[in-house]
């Protein structure tokens, strides 16, 4: 099968809606996972991410050093990303 014109390609009625539910299923999934972070990795990955906070800022207000903040924004990601994941393998098994 060949690529398809944009005259021949249908979008559903419903495609607003379905991404909009998709949407609202990734934020929940997203907000449980945090839910289940260490309270240090909530805090991290909330001013760095909600509150944009810098590495600097972060230096700043946890008084530790700039490697130290990337080291530990990294760690919580990945802990973050293995909730997520553990997520989406129990909901959708």
Known sequence: ??????????IPDNAVELIAEEEEDRRKM???A???LPEEDRILLTLYYVD?????????????TKANV??????ARKRL?????KTIVTVYN
């Open 30 to 32: 997203l907000e449980t």
């Open 1 to 10: 099968m060949g690529w398809l014109s944009i005259e021949e390609t249908t």
């Open 70 to 75: 990337k080291i530990k924004l990294f760690r």
């Open 34 to 36: 945090m839910q289940q």
């Open 81 to 85: 990303q293995e909730l997520v994941m």
């Open 52 to 64: 944009e906070s810098s590495i600097e800022d972060l230096h700043s207000i946890l008084g530790i």
